[in-house]
T-cell receptor, first 108, second 118 residues
Framework: QSALTQPRSVSGSPGQSVTISCTGT?????????VSWYQQHPGKAPKLLIY???MRPSGVPDRFSGSKSGNTASLTISGLQADDEADYYC????????FGTGTKVTVL | EVQLVESGGGLVQPGGSLRLSCAAS????????MNWLRQAPGKGLERVAS????????YYEDSVRGRFTISRDNAKDSLYLQMNSLRAEDTAVYYC???????????WGQGALATVSS
């Protein structure tokens, strides 16, 4: 069983919106509403952005939103800012390998 | 404030051993499953091991099962990872991570680098 599939990279200009997909299977993403998303800046530990598909921990801006349809979860970053340039990972309960392959977001 | 502070990383030869420790504070340690996750240089995140609240049950990734042992001391609010028979492919930053439930990781330590090289 492979890791969840994410696009290698996405990019956008400041103020725009970008969406990162996370494709799993009917045994993980499709079976449970336990998808989480993490932001990781270079040299830093990952930070939880979204849990339970669409819930934000205290302190995470509402520019970050999560959703799910079938076996694919998505993270949308609205009003893109320079500090959003980072790596993003999805994670789902149920799989042998819970984490996604990671997506680098570049702010143009 | 939740804090997780790892220690014990370093350089070790292939076949050697390392013991990582994680000191937890700011929350009721015994109420949470805890995990060790790792990230090899330039690579993605990988779950290594998990342990339940009282330490009676644990889970290991296939690649480390039989070589690594996760344990905890709730009296000391501490998590441990004993790593034996280390291989070059175990080189990574190891993170001590709190599990809020259902494989969702809400607080991470700063990481401890373990380098396996001759």
């Amino acid at each position: 069983q492979s890791a969840l599939t994410q696009p290698r990279s996405v990019s956008g200009s400041p103020g725009q919106s970008v969406t990162i997909s996370c494709t799993g299977t009917s045994g993980d993403v499709g079976a449970y509403n336990y998808v989480s998303w993490y932001q990781q800046h270079p040299g830093k530990a990952p930070k939880l952005l979204i849990y339970d598909v669409s819930m934000r921990p205290s302190g995470v801006p509402d520019r970050f939103s999560g959703s799910k349809s079938g076996n694919t979860a998505s993270l949308t970053i609205s009003g893109l800012q320079a500090d959003d340039e980072a790596d993003y990972y999805c994670c789902s309960y149920g799989g042998v390998h819970p984490f996604g392959t990671g997506t680098k977001v570049t702010v143009l | 404030e939740v804090q997780l502070v790892e220690s014990g990383g370093g350089l070790v030869q292939p076949g050697g051993s390392l013991r990582l420790s994680c000191a937890a504070s700011g929350f009721t340690f015994s109420s949470y499953w805890m995990n060790w996750l790792r990230q090899a240089p330039g690579k993605g995140l990988e779950r290594v091991a998990s342990i339940n609240r009282n330490g009676s049950d644990s889970y290991y990734e296939d690649s480390v099962r039989g070589r690594f042992t996760i344990s905890r001391d709730n009296a000391k609010d501490s998590l441990y990872l004993q790593m034996n028979s280390l291989r070059a492919e175990d080189t990574a930053v190891y993170y001590c991570v709190r599990n809020r439930g259902w494989e969702q990781f809400d607080f991470w330590g700063q990481g401890a680098l373990a380098t396996v090289s001759s």
